[in-house]
């Protein structure tokens, strides 16, 4: 236990009266030297004495502090045995992984649990991590029912906001309306007009609801338009020290092209990228978008937006936080919570697209970026730029140029904005930089899962009732405007009858204690506890695995298809292998002699790859009949962890194949996400030996690619020992990941097979097209040049004609790959022969390598040297 969570848990007083909760707390704070700010006070005094708190006061004014004190006088309560469990939710998984880690610090990891659908950790805490739609569903099942340490006392439901989302906005208003017993904590800079949440939620709780707002910033800030060039403008903000400056783009590719025409510019100076050297030390960049970012990061420039790998982004934070970088380019993930003290927020549009069409910025979003201008401590103000279109900084350059004579001035050819492109001026500024967050609007939303949710409650209930009055009341009682409600009764019904018609539910008549008889509805079957708070095509994809053929021999890509086809679709690297499939299609179709009329509508069929697509799509249909629960879900079969495997490709090979460059941390999410559902949902029985390789060969690559995503899950499942296991120390980028060693790649030996085999199928794939040349560049140290492979492969095709080599299924078996794990009883050195697949099936061609385990380890990839090519 560190010394922070020792004292802020020695401070919790033996009572649970207001005063002695306020003043502890307050000790506690100053004790380290932080002093309540007015509203905090205000926010936390409310909270102790059983209030509600709507606390919308600016970004940096300390609300994290104030849902700290939240969650000591809950459990002050708990422990005192009149109150139950606090819980704290967010949007992102991050962010709710986040705020575990920083409540674990304070308050113990005895004391604080997380739920985010991937994984639960401690979920008998007092405490609570968890996100929007974890706690929705939770009320859902057992509205205000639960009692004693068992119910939920208190929510602190960050950025909440995001209750006027379209998709997620549900999942906050759901506990507003199922727990009518439950103390709230309602944070966000941006909430608007919160009128009516006050009058709603006392009219549902009997209790009163404190609105803290109008806090002075502690850092006040400047805004201003500019109409000067971008260059000119960042040159100066560098040189008058209102710097970090965080140049906000709406496109990853406009922040990193940012960057690469920063490069021209001076924004360090020789002794400030010296000491972004030094800190850098041996931070390893990988190739691709990394050597790019080391670029940038040396000139003293940062890249920073969702599509990074999290080591790339963290040592953009790191550096930025220790004052070496002067600019930072990057998207709007600013807004929600990034990690880097800014002291200027310079907007470069205020138009972005929203997934549906060009508009302009939201007064919430422009004043949810805008918010992070300004360090507390650092700076005592901070500044807000937005830029002009470029046409309208062309034109005033252009005026500026003729100056005062007017056969100039006649000559002047105006530039207008782009046709069709939504344009802003000074009066948008203005109206953005004047405006109030626009009032949040409810978003309510009806489901399979919501229905079955509530219709658990039965179970539970005497007289049967109790779920047709929750349904009833989530119906009627919702913020939805009386339209949309109807369309919500509607959408219930249309729900209610199929689950009729797959038997799920069923319609009777139950006797209530009064005598009554009434009319109810009843689960037929026993719901999973937790099919609506984990991955909900999990079950499914166990379910399906009883298709497969364990003795196939693509049984084990099989299985990582069928787990593909469960996981939420990284669309940018989907559209990627799309394109590339359409230009291949597109080269096919010319040989062909197809016209280009023709050529185009063929396109329109071709798409990403979709294993499976013919056995899994039928197979989801009759699943769902039975597990209505997944109606709302879709099936996506796709192949990014198969392709990867099946083109015997490296991460960094992978990216380059499909120009991810700057999407590489979308990529290394999936494969995450991918490795822990494989981990989890495979069945014994088809959890083969090849299986179980290529489970520990995609933790390899995740873990060689960027460690943090796995580091942070197995930091999840053992939180006790968090302490042992964070880096600490005064080297390079200490506690950014940099300085943690690398594992050999012949560390973990069944993934090392993998890479073997992949290394061997390469030389395989690459014989099949006669590619000597590329075969060449990869033996040739060896002996084995474009000449010597031709020389050797040749009489095969003469033998079996153009299709001599197999690259199916059948010809990547590990059944055609023999690895002996010695050379003349050397273990550092395996003998490896590859069988190749011939169309007879005579499998008489072989290729034989040796593979050097010392120098694998060196280079940090398979090191093999062809040995032999030919006949047995």
């Given at each position: ?447 399979h899962a919501m229905v079955l949710n509530v219709l658990a409650r039965a179970e539970r209930d005497d007289d049967g009732t109790a779920a047709i009055t929750a349904m009833r009341h989530l119906l009627t009682a919702n913020h939805d405007a009386e ?390």
């Amino acid at each position: 236990m560190s010394i922070h969570t020792a004292s802020l848990t020695a401070a919790l007083p033996d009572s649970t009266d207001a005063d002695d909760l306020f003043e502890a707390f307050e000790e506690w704070t100053a004790g380290r030297g932080l002093a309540l700010y007015p509203a905090q006070s205000e926010a936390l005094m409310e909270l102790v004495s059983g209030s509600h708190v709507i606390l919308s006061t600016p970004t940096g004014s300390g609300k994290s502090l104030v849902a700290m004190g939240a969650h000591f006088a809950a459990l002050a309560a708990f422990r005192a045995g009149t109150g139950g469990r606090t819980y704290y939710t967010a949007p992102l998984k991050a962010l709710v992984s986040e705020k575990f880690f920083a409540l674990v610090d304070v308050f113990g990891s005895e004391n604080v649990g997380m739920m985010t659908g991937d994984s639960a950790v401690n979920p008998e805490a007092p405490i609570i991590c968890c996100t929007a739609e974890i706690l929705a569903n939770i009320a859902l099942r057992d509205g205000g029912t639960r009692s004693g340490q068992d119910a939920i006392s208190q929510v602190v439901m960050d950025e909440f906001h995001f209750y006027a989302d379209p998709q997620r906005g549900w999942a906050w208003q759901v506990p507003l309306l199922e727990l009518p017993d439950t103390q709230f904590l309602l944070m966000s800079a941006t909430l608007g007009d919160t009128s009516f949440f006050v009058e709603d939620i006392e009219k549902r709780t009997r209790r009163p609801v404190a609105l803290v707002t109008g806090a002075e910033r502690p850092v006040p800030l400047s805004f201003e338009y500019v109409v000067e060039p971008l260059g000119d403008v960042i040159e100066e903000l560098v040189q008058t020290h209102r710097a970090p400056v965080y140049i906000v783009h709406f496109t990853q590719k406009d922040a990193v092209d940012r960057a690469q025409a920063l490069l021209s510019m001076n924004v360090a100076t020789r002794a400030e990228r010296d000491a972004i050297a030094t800190e850098l030390g041996d931070f390893r960049f990988s190739s691709g978008f990394g050597r790019v970012l080391s670029k940038f990061l040396r000139a003293g420039i940062g890249v920073h937006h969702a599509g990074m790998l999290p080591k790339y982004r963290r040592v953009v934070e790191r550096l930025t936080q220790q004052g070496l970088l002067k600019v930072v380019c990057g998207t709007d993930t600013l807004g929600v919570g990034i990690n880097v003290p800014i002291r200027t927020v310079l907007f470069t549009s205020l138009v972005k697209y929203d997934g549906e069409r060009m508009r302009h910025l939201t007064a919430r979003e422009f004043h949810q970026i805008a918010g992070r201008a300004g360090r507390a401590g650092f700076d005592t103000v901070g500044d807000v730029l937005v830029m002009a279109p470029e046409h309208v900084i062309e034109n005033r350059k252009l005026l500026a140029k003729a100056g005062d004579d007017p056969k100039k001035l006649k000559k002047i050819v105006r530039k207008k904005a782009p046709e069709g492109s939504v344009n802003w001026t000074d009066k948008t500024f203005e109206r953005l930089r004047d405006a109030d967050p626009e009032p949040l609007t409810s978003h309510f939303t009806v489901n399979h899962a919501m229905v079955l949710n509530v219709l658990a409650r039965a179970e539970r209930d005497d007289d049967g009732t109790a779920a047709i009055t929750a349904m009833r009341h989530l119906l009627t009682a919702n913020h939805d405007a009386e339209a949309a409600k109807a369309r919500h009764v509607r959408q219930v019904f249309r729900i209610y009858r199929s689950l009729r018609q797959a038997g799920i539910v069923e319609k009777s008549r139950v006797t209530g204690p009064d005598g009554v008889t009434r009319p109810t509805v009843r689960l037929t079957v026993d719901l999973p506890r937790d099919f609506a708070l984990n991955q909900p095509l999990s079950p499914f994809a166990l379910a399906a695995q009883e298709l497969l053929d364990v003795d196939s021999p693509t049984h084990a890509l099989d299985v990582v298809s069928i787990v593909e086809a469960t996981l939420s679709d990284p669309r940018q690297v989907l559209y990627a292998q799309e394109r590339a499939a359409r230009g291949e299609a597109i080269g096919a179709l010319k040989a062909e002699g197809y016209e280009y009329e023709e050529r185009m509508a063929m396109l329109e069929e071709v798409s990403w790859p979709k294993p499976l697509e013919d056995l899994l799509v039928p197979a989801f249909a009759a699943y769902k009949k039975g597990n209505p629960w997944v109606a709302d879900q879709e099936l996506s079969p796709k192949s990014v962890v198969r392709d990867m495997i099946e083109r015997a490709q490296t991460f960094s090979e992978f990216v380059s194949r499909y120009q991810l460059d700057r999407t590489e941390g979308v990529l290394l999410r999936y494969l995450a996400d991918a490795y822990r559902t494989l981990r989890q949902t495979v069945a014994a029985e088809h959890r083969t030996e090849e299986v179980e390789e290529l489970v520990e060969w995609l933790g390899e690559v995740v873990h060689g690619t960027d460690s943090s995503l796995l580091d942070e899950w197995e930091r999840l499942a053992n939180p006790v020992d968090d302490d042992a296991d964070t880096l600490t120390g005064d080297g390079p980028l200490s506690g950014t990941g940099a300085e943690a060693p690398a594992r050999p790649v012949t560390g973990n030996v069944r993934s090392f097979r993998v890479l073997v085999r992949n290394a061997m199928f390469r030389r395989v794939e690459l014989a099949s097209r006669e590619a000597y040349s590329t075969l060449g560049a990869l033996d040739a140290a060896a002996g084995w040049d474009a000449d010597a492979w031709a020389d050797a492969l040749d009489p095969m095709f003469e033998e079996y004609g153009d299709d001599a080599i197999g690259i199916t299924g059948a010809a990547r078996s590990p059944k055609l790959v023999e690895i002996t794990e010695q050379v003349d009883g050397d273990p550092r050195r395996w003998a490896v022969r590859q069988v190749l697949d011939d169309p007879d099936g005579d499998r008489a061609w072989h290729i034989r390598a040796v593979v050097d385990l010392d120098a694998s380890d060196e280079a940090g990839e398979v090191v093999l040297q062809v040995t032999e090519v030919g006949t047995l």
